[in-house]
Each structure stands twice: as structure tokens, then as C-alpha cells.
Nanobody
């Protein structure tokens, strides 16, 4: 089992940056692909980015491509989401998640473990 705890959210002005962290418990962190999702009020949870087991492969939603970077440090059991050039429409609760599934894993139901979420608010 994996427990995930996100941190790093907050209030930032448009154009600013934030770095989210997600610390995982357990010694099997490197056996999971990791993803970031977000959910704004009234919206469904949406895919943001995911990273492969050793970090060699990443995938991003079109809405964040070129602005967000996902990375991981398996020695620290941590996955990161660097968010630059933030926009008001990036405002949401951000969740990290772990999956043991194969395939594209773009849907929330393909992920096995979830953190509690961290709020990101971008003011205009």
C-alpha cells in the first residue's frame, strides 16, 4: 500500500510559479507510475501529467504543456510538479496519484492510490 501526501499549494498571481511535492510512504514507490490531476469546483477531476517508473517518460495535458514539469526522485520517494506561467484557469485542488496499471493511464479510475489534495489559487 502507498500513502501520498501533497504539499506546496498556495495563492499566486498570474504569471507566477509554484512547485508541488508529493511524498510517498512505502518501499515500493519506484514500482508505480505517478500522476498529477486537478479538480476545479463544479468540474470533473482532470489529468495534468504523469511520469514513468524511473522518470524517463512523461506525458502532459495540452493545457499545461510547456508550462508544467513533472519529475520524481525515487531515493526520496517524492514526485514533483513544477508549475510556471500560471493562469487563473489553473486554479484547482491538485492531487497526486499512483498507478500500477499499464497503458496510457489518463483516467482517474486507472489510479490505485491518491493523496488528499493541495489547493492552488491563481489570481488575475
Amino acid at each position: 500500500q502507498v500513502q501520498l501526501v501533497e504539499s506546496g499549494g498556495g495563492l499566486v498571481q498570474a504569471g507566477g510559479s509554484l512547485r508541488l511535492s508529493c511524498a510517498a510512504s512505502g518501499r515500493t514507490f519506484s514500482s508505480y507510475r505517478m500522476g498529477w490531476f486537478r479538480q476545479a469546483p463544479g468540474n470533473e477531476r482532470e489529468f495534468v501529467a504523469r511520469i514513468s517508473w524511473r522518470g524517463g517518460s512523461t506525458l502532459y495535458a495540452d493545457s499545461v504543456k510547456g508550462r508544467f514539469t513533472i519529475s520524481r526522485d525515487n531515493a526520496k520517494n517524492t514526485v514533483y510538479l513544477q508549475m510556471n506561467s500560471l493562469k487563473p484557469e489553473d486554479t484547482a485542488v491538485y492531487y497526486c496519484a499512483a498507478t500500477g496499471s499499464t497503458g496510457w493511464v489518463l483516467r482517474p479510475d486507472e489510479y490505485d492510490y491518491w493523496g488528499q489534495g493541495t489547493q492552488v489559487t491563481v489570481s488575475s
